[in-house]
């Protein structure tokens, strides 16, 4: 299974990006699906996760500004970050895990997000 990010860059606070992770390869259908981040000189932490069902999970810091979601069709997951702040600046990682079959745990290559005046 491969993981392919894209959609990180700068934006100044109180901007927007979005993120996209697409999957492809051999995928067990029921999967959850989700965001982590890690910003400098500390440690990685989630951001959001969303299930094959729907079901959604967010850090407490995100609420409210980032919403994910996904296309099961195109083993997709998105990541709308609205109302961007300084301390959103990290490295943003998608993962994908088999919570089915192998449980198996599959990471993207991280893209950076920088918000910034």
């Known amino acids: 299974v491969q993981l392919q990010a894209s959609g990180g860059g700068s934006v100044q606070p109180g901007g927007s990006l979005r993120l996209s992770c697409a999957a492809s390869?051999?995928?067990?259908?029921?999967?959850?699906m989700g965001w982590y981040r890690q910003a400098p000189g500390k440690q990685r932490e989630l951001v959001a996760t969303?299930?094959?069902?729907?079901?959604?999970n967010y850090a407490g810091s995100v609420k409210g500004r980032f919403t994910i979601s996904r296309d099961n069709a195109k083993n997709t997951v998105y990541l709308q970050m609205n109302s961007l702040k300084p301390e959103d600046t990290a490295v943003y990682s998608c993962y994908l895990e088999h919570t089915a079959g192998d449980g198996m745990v599959y990471w993207g290559k991280g893209t950076l997000v920088t918000v910034s005046s």
């Open positions: 390869g051999s995928i067990f259908s029921i999967n959850t």
């Open positions: 969303i299930t094959w069902g729907g079901r959604l």
